[in-house]
């Protein structure tokens, strides 16, 4: 997203609504003890991340505009907004999908997976709890994008190659414009929404916020720094949370 904060809304309107509710290099915080210990590390979280197998080359790319307002001027715009604020460790990423189970309808590709909340900033979430977390913007098979757009979307591709559905990719890798990509091991300040079914048979979180809802963080307690996703700065964490939730 642009610095402005505002963007214009393009191509695939009807799906981002139905799927959104509403860099600096990276400081290491402890030394690794050898590159066996590395391996290990790159095999679970390998395994954990269901599009670590996807080959690069059969991806094809999609950034999309969305309208997205944020406050520059308030720096704890996005903890008042949202009644969920944590910071998580992503466990896994499980896979992409274009059908929630919350909206059981067609929705922008969205990651889903499971996260841990490490420390609660805001909301009622128990520290040590592992949950079903879900983002806007995910990895799924070219028909499976394909089939999540309506007639006027598809046509409009149609136009732009030719008359013919483009096959030259077997995945596509949709996301927002300028977000950032969730990955497996590292953990986040998180902005959330609680989501049901409705039979009330499933229960997920949903990240929020895009770029500015997600933002790695490293360090412990009020000493932690957060990633400004804009500048690749980091920062106090004190500059997106207040004082944790006691529980």
């Not at 979180?205 to 957060?226: C, F, H, N």
């Not at 106090?236 to 939730?245: D, G």
Request: charged residues 20%; glycine residues 8%; hydrophobic residues 30%.
């Amino acid at each position: 997203m642009s610095k402005s904060h505002k963007i214009s809304l393009l191509l695939l309107v009807a799906t981002i609504l139905a799927g959104v509710p509403s860099c600096a290099p990276n400081p290491d915080s402890e030394q690794r003890s050898g590159s066996g210990q590395q391996a290990s590390e790159s095999l679970v979280h390998s395994s954990a991340d269901a599009y670590a197998g996807i080959p690069r080359q059969q991806i094809q790319h999609a950034g999309t505009d969305v309208d997205f307002l944020w406050d520059p001027k308030d720096p704890l715009y996005g903890f008042n907004k949202y009644p969920l604020v944590a910071r998580v460790q992503i466990e896994s990423i499980e896979g992409g999908r274009t059908s929630s189970p919350m909206s059981e309808q067609p929705v922008f590709p969205q990651t889903f997976g499971k996260m841990t909340i490490r420390e609660v900033y805001k909301g009622e979430l128990n520290p040590g709890a592992q949950l079903v977390y879900s983002r806007v913007g995910g990895t799924v098979t070219y028909d499976e994008y394909w089939n999540s757009l309506n007639k006027e979307q598809q046509d409009k591709i149609l136009q732009l190659n030719g008359g013919q559905k483009p096959t030259d990719s077997k995945y596509v890798q949709a996301k927002i414009t300028d977000d950032i990509d969730v990955e497996v091991g590292k953990e986040y300040v998180a902005l959330m929404l609680p989501q049901v079914s409705k039979d009330g048979s499933h229960s997920e979180y949903a990240i929020t916020g895009y770029q500015y809802g997600l933002r790695e963080v490293q360090g412990s307690g009020p000493e932690s720094m957060i990633l400004n996703n804009e500048t690749g700065a980091w920062e106090s964490i004190s500059t997106m949370v207040k004082a944790p939730t006691r529980h």
